[in-house]
Structure formats: structure tokens, C-alpha cells
């Protein structure tokens, strides 16, 4: 008989350590206590160059550079994923939704509106309740809000087309 033993959660060293070392890996598998805790140090320090960046740079090269950074985490993003058996297009989507709407938005009227010093509101709500933004926001949503679910789901014991659990290890009993 075969059973599947679960090995101890990384902890937080250990486990941006791991995610961390794997940067720009996009196969394989990565458990829950990786993904989680890579994302709380990551969205700190992203938090620390996004307040650094925006006050430095004008809105287009803070913009690229947050995107290039904001990148950092697609790949423990995708092999989170990968450990439910979900494809890596999911996250890559999100990615490419989130760079159209801040190039619409770069492009718009919106950032000189509120970079001047007497910013007219209902220009700038007119640029943000466009179309073209709006259904940009809303598909982003969707998708960031079903990437959320799947990543929060425990990963399958058994291995899967991505790999080996990172988790679950068999054990067999003899019965």
C-alpha cells in the first residue's frame, strides 16, 4: 500500500531562499509555504522601490520599472500553479492585462491630469471610466482574483506533468 507523507513548511528564511535561488525558473513545482512567504518579502520590497521609484522617475520610467521588478514574481507565480496542475498561461494573461492597462493609461490624459497643479476630476474620471479601462480592470480582476483561488488550493500529492510534489513524499506500507 502506498501513502503520502507530508514534509515539514518552510519557514520564511528558508523559504525565499528557495524562491529566491529560482527566479526565472518556470518548471516545476512550488509548495504554498514558498509562494506565500516569497510573496510577503517580495511585496514589501516592492512596496520600498515603487515609493522610491514614483518619487524619483517621472510616471513612464517608474511605470517600466515597476513592471520590470513587479516581474520578479511570475516565476514561483507559475510553478504555484503548476503544483494544482494549472498552466503557466494563466499568470503570463494577467501579466501581459496588467502592462496593456498601464501603457492605455500611460498614454492617456490621466497622468497629466494629475500631475498639474489644478487637476480637472471629471477629466480624469472620464479617462478611467473608458471602455477600453474599464474592461481592461475588470478582466484583470477576474483573472488575479482565479490565479488568488488556485494558488491558496493545496498542490496534488501526486506527481503531475510539472513534476514531483514539493510537499509529499511516499511512503510504502506494507500491509
Not at 515603487?50 to 517608474?62: D, H, Q, R
Not at 501603457?103 to 489644478?118: C, H, K, M
Not at 479617462?127 to 483573472?143: D, K, R, T, W, Y
Request: aromatic letters at 14%; hydrophobic letters at 50%.
Amino acid at each position: 500500500m502506498e501513502r503520502y507523507i507530508a514534509t515539514p513548511q518552510l519557514g520564511f528564511k528558508e523559504a525565499v531562499k528557495l524562491a529566491w535561488s529560482r527566479l526565472f525558473d518556470f518548471k516545476g513545482r512550488s509548495r504554498r509555504s514558498e509562494f506565500w512567504w516569497f510573496m510577503l518579502a517580495f511585496y514589501i520590497g516592492y512596496y520600498i522601490v515603487n515609493v522610491i521609484v514614483s518619487s524619483l522617475l517621472p510616471y513612464l520610467p517608474a511605470t517600466i520599472v515597476n513592471m520590470v521588478v513587479f516581474s520578479i514574481a511570475i516565476g514561483v507565480t507559475v510553478r504555484r500553479l503548476q503544483d494544482n496542475g494549472h498552466s503557466k498561461w494563466w499568470v503570463i494573461l494577467s501579466y501581459i492585462l496588467i502592462v496593456a492597462l498601464n501603457i492605455y493609461i500611460a498614454q492617456s490624459d490621466v497622468i497629466f491630469e494629475l500631475t498639474s497643479v489644478n487637476p480637472n476630476i471629471d477629466n480624469i474620471v472620464g479617462e478611467l471610466s473608458s471602455p477600453s479601462i474599464s474592461l481592461l480592470s475588470f478582466a484583470n480582476m477576474v483573472l488575479s482574483l482565479v490565479i488568488f483561488v488556485f494558488c491558496l488550493i493545496d498542490g496534488k500529492p501526486d506527481a503531475n506533468q510539472y513534476g514531483e510534489s514539493p510537499k509529499y513524499k511516499r511512503d510504502i506500507v506494507n500491509g
